[in-house]
């Protein structure tokens, strides 16, 4: 079975930095993408950086372009987001996504709160 595993979230100041990571776990599927979503209250879950495995393409939304930065650790089976200059509107819970022929996943959540 097929389990997405985040960590990394938590507070931090406007300003500040935080890296989010998601491990895949119980598969020996090849990946096609994996990627970060996120959900603020109130709000509609939002694509914020996916990176395609077979070409290394990454794809940001406008409002990340420049402070967030997603790579990943083929080995490990990983993926990360470097996530700079955070601003209070990156508060949200963070979600790992990962697709292969077979499917899609989602992790459980990771929530990033920016706040002074």
């Known amino acids: 079975q097929v389990r997405l595993e985040e960590s990394g979230g938590g507070l931090v100041q406007p300003g500040g930095s935080l890296r989010l990571s998601c491990a895949a776990f119980g598969s020996t599927l090849s990946w096609l993408s994996m990627g970060w979503y996120r959900q603020a209250p109130g709000k509609e879950r939002e694509l914020v950086a996916v990176i395609f495995f077979t070409t290394l393409i990454t794809n940001y939304a406008d409002s990340v372009k420049g402070r967030f930065t997603i790579s990943r650790d083929n080995a490990e089976n990983t993926v990360y987001l470097q996530m700079n200059s955070l601003k209070p509107d990156d508060t949200a819970v963070y979600y790992c996504?990962?697709?292969?022929?077979?499917?899609?996943?989602w992790g459980q959540g990771a929530q990033v709160t920016v706040s002074s």
């Open positions: 996504n990962a697709i292969s022929m077979r499917g899609t996943y």
